[in-house]
């Protein structure tokens, strides 16, 4: 019984440093590959990593439109007759707000006055646009998206080198076409002054705006700009309304201008130069303030 006892011992100390080694092995290996392993993932993530995002727009937050314009300016654009009191002045200055659920990514501001003579009608708005995979695009380039598609919807060209007449190209549409811009102005003046001047090409008014005045992508406004130019259907007892809008992008932020003026007497159109320059002028200093 103890001879059995002893050589159970013995065979059990045989064993045991075989499995102690194969352990060691079997670790050994596992450690090798684990650590080979994580050495491929490391490399592989350094050389076909995900690139870096872009960085977020230039605006985080929107200013307030209904305080944007100037009130000198707003006086300016938009009369008033003598009837309204100093309360109702600064009420209707002070313009009003659209609604908005986000105040720092689409807000907007309406003014409105009448005269005896005529209606005006001032619309500011800001729209902050953000990229939700900026992997892939940034605020900037989603912005150009949103200006683009606003260009395609007042079919105007997409900005090119081609945008712009030359003026050459110019001179010949107006010699082709009918009277020069200087012909037109010297045709208004004779018609104002009483004398006689030469018949309007047939389909158009007397005292049409040039071509040059009309909707256009403007260079000198913001990142990219362009101007939409609208004039009513004309009514034997209707007034013409003229619209100008102006949409502009400054960095990720697009801005929008549209000022309207709608004379109440019949057969009266509104100067298409003066409408387009008051906006002009609204939209720069609304660039000035975005830092453009």
């Given at each position: 019984?103890?001879?059995k006892?002893?050589?159970?011992?013995?065979?059990?100390?045989?064993?045991?440093?075989?499995?102690?080694?194969?352990?060691?092995?079997?670790?050994?290996?596992?450690?090798?590959?684990?650590s080979?392993?994580?050495d491929?993932?490391?490399?592989?993530?350094?050389?076909?990593?995900?690139?870096?995002?872009?960085?977020?727009?230039?605006?985080?937050?929107?200013?307030?439109?209904?305080?944007?314009?100037?009130?000198?300016?707003?006086?300016?654009m938009?009369?008033?007759?003598?009837?309204?009191?100093?309360?109702?002045?600064?009420?209707?200055?002070a313009?009003?707000?659209?609604?908005?659920?986000?105040?720092?990514?689409?807000?907007?501001?309406?003014?409105?006055?009448?005269?005896?003579?005529?209606?005006?009608?001032?619309?500011?708005?800001?729209?902050?646009?953000?990229?939700?995979?900026?992997?892939?695009a940034?605020?900037?380039?989603?912005a150009?998206?949103?200006?683009?598609?606003?260009?395609?919807?007042?079919?105007?060209?997409?900005?090119?080198?081609?945008?712009?007449?030359?003026?050459?190209?110019?001179?010949?549409?107006?010699?082709?076409?009918?009277?020069?811009?200087?012909?037109?102005?010297?045709a208004?003046?004779?018609?104002s002054?009483?004398?006689?001047?030469?018949?309007?090409?047939?389909?158009?008014?007397s005292?049409?705006?040039?071509?040059?005045?009309?909707?256009?992508?403007?260079?000198?406004?913001?990142?990219?700009?362009?101007?939409?130019?609208?004039?009513?259907?004309?009514?034997?007892?209707?007034?013409?309304?003229?619209?100008?809008?102006?949409?502009?992008?400054?960095?990720?932020?697009?801005?929008?201008?549209?000022?309207?003026?709608?004379?109440?007497?019949?057969?009266?159109?509104?100067?298409?130069t003066?409408?387009?320059?008051?906006?002009?002028?609204l939209?720069?200093?609304?660039?000035?303030?975005?830092?453009?």
């Amino acid at each position: 019984m103890q001879r059995k006892a002893a050589r159970a011992a013995t065979a059990v100390r045989r064993v045991l440093p075989g499995i102690a080694m194969l352990t060691a092995l079997a670790t050994a290996g596992l450690t090798g590959c684990t650590s080979s392993g994580g050495d491929r993932t490391v490399s592989d993530a350094k050389a076909g990593g995900s690139p870096a995002p872009a960085p977020a727009g230039k605006y985080r937050s929107l200013p307030s439109p209904c305080k944007a314009p100037e009130l000198k300016r707003l006086k300016a654009m938009l009369p008033t007759p003598d009837s309204l009191t100093e309360e109702q002045r600064e009420k209707l200055y002070a313009g009003a707000a659209d609604t908005s659920y986000d105040g720092d990514r689409h807000v907007g501001c309406r003014w409105a006055a009448g005269t005896p003579s005529e209606t005006r009608l001032l619309y500011v708005g800001f729209e902050r646009v953000v990229s939700y995979d900026r992997a892939t695009a940034s605020d900037d380039d989603r912005a150009r998206q949103v200006y683009v598609r606003q260009l395609t919807d007042a079919k105007l060209p997409f900005p090119g080198p081609t945008t712009s007449p030359s003026p050459s190209a110019s001179a010949s549409t107006g010699a082709s076409a009918g009277p020069g811009p200087s012909a037109s102005a010297g045709a208004s003046a004779g018609a104002s002054a009483g004398t006689s001047t030469s018949p309007a090409p047939s389909g158009s008014p007397s005292g049409s705006p040039a071509p040059v005045l009309g909707s256009r992508v403007l260079e000198d406004l913001g990142d990219e700009a362009f101007l939409d130019d609208k004039l009513g259907a004309a009514g034997a007892s209707a007034a013409q309304a003229r619209s100008v809008r102006i949409v502009f992008r400054a960095s990720n932020v697009i801005v929008t201008v549209e000022y309207s003026v709608q004379p109440s007497a019949a057969g009266t159109v509104p100067p298409s130069t003066e409408t387009q320059d008051a906006a002009r002028e609204l939209a720069q200093a609304l660039s000035e303030r975005f830092g453009g």
